[in-house]
Each structure stands twice: as structure tokens, then as C-alpha cells.
């Protein structure tokens, strides 16, 4: 394994963490509904199950999936589960306003809602296994491996909460609290849509 396969997985993540989807969304809506700390504290859950993904597609989870699919199926149906109750209550809250006073734990809640949002995709290790096997080499040693979890988990951590910080600023803040009704409703409708997709056989 040299640098380029780093530089190479780096870039894919980069994409990837930028792509619209159910983490950016919810890092969205817990950064502007919740301020930067919330925000701060989702980015870091999401990124550490993204990084743990990455972990278990490189110590054979995806085998594990495809010899167990009542393991993958039971995930599934559990992500989508929550996705669809996260998208709810997004959409409850929509017409609230925005409390500006810090309520005790919601650091704390957003950091586990964070981990289960990206728990509840188990395609993510599917994906981290393909993207490992296109851009690795396959006889990867342990430290290698290590190397490569490390890799993820410090770029998730840098840039997940660099977009948490710059979705809670207060320019963008003011344009949210513009339309935050639409955008609340649009950001629960995307993310049920995803939880319901999440439930529907794959082709």
C-alpha cells in the first residue's frame, strides 16, 4: 500500500461525505435547529460509524452479510425504521421555533443519534468494502488496516464538524429561519423517502 491508495481513498470519502444523503441531512437539520455544539456532536457520531463501517468491511463484515443475510436484513429494517421516525419528528417540528437557551444532554442525543443514523445504513460497509477492494491492494497487513481506519475516522472527524460549523453559522442560520418550515419539511420528507427506499427489495 502506497500513498496514492491513501490520496485516492481520501478523495472518494471527500465525495462521498459531501454527497446529499440521510448523514448530511441530519447534520443539517441538528446544526440549524440546534446550534453549532448539537451539530458538533452529530458530525462526530456520524463520523465514527462511518469510520466503524470502514473497520468492518476491512475485518470481512460483508462477508459476515452475505453468510448471515438476517444480520444485513435486521439492520436494514432498523435504519429504516429510525430514519422514518428522525423524518417525523423533523416534520412535527417544523412550524417550532428555535430555542436559543441550551437544553441539558441535547449534545449528548445528537452525538447517539448520530451514530445510529449511519448505523442503520448497513450499505455503508457494502460500499466501503467496494470502494477498499477497487483502490487497495488485497494483501493488506494489520497495521495497514489500522492505518486505513485511522485515515477514515480522522477525515470524518475533520470535516463532519467543519459543515457543522459552517450550517450553524449565523448567516446561514438567518436564511433557515427564513424558510425553515419548507426546508424542514423537505429535508423530513427526503429522509422518509429514504428510510421507506431502505425498506423495498433490492433489484
Known sequence: ???????????????????????????SATALGQGRVAGIAAALGLGLMAALWTGGALIGLDALFAVAPWAYLTLKIGGAAYLIWIAIKIWRAAGDPIGEAPRPGREGRAFRQGLLVN??????????????????????????????????LAIEWLLQPALAVMLSSQAVRRRYLGAKMVIDRVSAGVLGALGLRLLLPER
Request: no cysteine; hydrophobic share 60%.
Open 119 to 152: 448505523l442503520g445504513n448497513p450499505k455503508s460497509v457494502l460500499f466501503a468494502a467496494s470502494v477498499l477492494v477497487v483502490i487497495f491492494p488485497p494483501d493488506l497487513t494489520t497495521a495497514q488496516k489500522a492505518l486505513i481506519f485511522f485515515n477514515h
Open 1 to 27: 500500500m502506497g500513498i496514492e491508495h491513501l490520496l485516492a481513498f481520501n478523495l472518494t470519502l471527500l465525495l462521498a461525505i459531501a454527497s446529499p444523503g440521510p448523514s448530511l441531512l441530519f447534520l
